[in-house]
């Protein structure tokens, strides 16, 4: 076993996340959405706690948190976010930024340790206001007019006016500084069932599922409910069913083994009961390692399209909102993190995809890239029972700070 330096400290951490669970707590979950009190307070108890791993804290000016090393030693960094969905999980995020902060503190002041580990919470993972806007603006792909244009999707308040509201408002944004970081680290709960299933400890992610979105809009004719015969009829919500139905019958032929589809919201024109929609929407999202598979199945998709449009009674368009590329993590930074499990978890590993999207994507693209997950009990995730048992969050812990050394070459 490596030496006892290099061993996390699982009460410290376990209560570095409770601490961050009380803030905004609901239930036996948070309510913490982007740029509301209870994300300020959790910046701002990141920001106090980063000079004890010997690192300069700096919140910019979209939310991101840096903890900055004056080491001059090859610098890793590592993070993940503190917002959380609204009334949801209290380890979706906080346990990656715990344990980097952990790593910052067991590693930088070992003198025998030649390396640094710097830490980012990133702000807006979970897309209150926009898709990963805290990680791309550090890697300059967020504009100023995106920042006038994000609104929060609950509320509809500007960027603008919560930025100004927490005290953010004219900071600067830090952005990447290149050659500055061998890489970037990331612990996430799975938020799936495949470790707790199989008695495992530890996931090491060998790749981030990109994720494309479309708005699909079917038009009919908006008429009586108990007037208009059947035959004679264009409605709009029938239309919109029958092709959630057709999906479902036709993607299996053309997907991969892994990947996933949702029709997240329908919504109907009028929405009244008396009333035949004359229009109705809806949003559907598919997900897989493989952006081949993805692209074949919006091709079919764009296919079932012109069928409906064919043979009516309705017509139907497709808007593609999002494009959200596949992420493959650094085969290095895998077996670093496979050596730390065989070290600190028995083990207990299993080289896995990541079906969800994480910040370490977008880092991927600009620096070598990987990620780790623990357990997540019952694969409860994005609601307020989710949870991880103590014993695995600490495990993590120890993986995760020996995985940053393994990788700093300490």
């Known amino acids: 076993m490596p030496d006892s330096l290099c061993l996390a400290n699982g009460e410290r951490v376990l209560a570095d996340l409770n601490a961050l669970r009380a803030i905004g707590a609901y239930n036996t979950g948070v309510h913490k959405p982007t740029f509301s009190e209870p994300h300020k307070q959790s910046l701002d108890w990141l920001a106090q706690k980063l000079p004890d791993a010997g690192l ?4 910019d000016g979209i939310g991101n948190v840096f903890g900055s090393s004056s080491k001059p030693a090859p610098k890793l960094l590592a993070g993940s976010h503190l917002e959380s ?56 792909q967020v504009t100023e007019a995106d920042i006038d244009a994000a609104r929060d999707r609950t509320s509809g308040r500007t960027m603008r006016d919560a930025l100004a509201d927490v005290g953010l408002a004219r900071r600067p944004r830090v ?44 038009v009919g004719e908006q008429n009586h409910a108990g007037t208009t015969r059947m035959a004679a009829r264009k409605d709009a919500g029938l239309a919109v069913a029958k092709f959630c139905v057709a999906i ?9 083994p892994r990947t996933v589809w949702t029709t997240g919201r329908i919504t109907l024109d009028p929405g009244a009961p008396s009333i035949i929609p ?16 993805i692209a074949r199945l919006e091709q079919l998709l764009r296919t079932m399209a012109d069928d409906v449009n064919a043979k009516g009674p309705c017509t139907v368009t497709i808007e593609k909102l999002r494009t959200g590329a596949p992420a493959m993590m650094n085969p290095g930074f895998q077996d670093a993190i496979e050596a730390a499990s065989k070290a600190f978890a028995g083990g207990r590993s299993l080289r896995m995809p990541s079906g969800a999207g994480h910040d ?6 600009v620096m070598p890239a990987g990620m780790l997950f623990v357990p997540s009990i019952g694969g409860i995730s994005h609601h ?24 700093l070459g300490g």
């Open 56 to 59: 300069t804290a700096t919140i």
């Open 360 to 365: 370490a994507q977008m880092l991927a693209t």
């Open 278 to 293: 004359g229009a109705a929407e809806m949003l559907l999202q598919i997900r897989d390692e493989d952006a081949g598979i």
């Open 85 to 140: 969905q609204n009334y949801a999980g209290w380890l979706d995020g906080p346990l990656g930024v715990v344990y980097a902060l952990e790593a910052a503190r067991v590693l930088n002041p070992d003198p025998s340790f030649r390396g640094a580990v710097e830490v980012a919470a990133w702000c807006d993972e979970e897309g209150h206001f926009g898709h990963f806007l805290g990680s791309r603006s550090y890697l300059g």
């Open 248 to 256: 479902d019958q036709r993607f299996p032929a053309a997907c991969g």
């Open 384 to 407: 307020w029972t989710e949870n991880t048992a103590d014993d695995d969050i600490v495990t993590g812990a120890q993986v995760f700070v020996d995985a940053c050394r393994r990788i």
């Open 175 to 218: 952005t990447v500084e290149p050659g500055r970081h061998v890489g970037y680290l990331e612990a996430h709960i799975e938020q799936g069932d495949t470790l707790e299933s199989g008695h495992l400890a530890i996931g090491v992610v060998t790749s981030i599922v990109g994720v494309w979105q479309y708005q699909i809009n079917f």
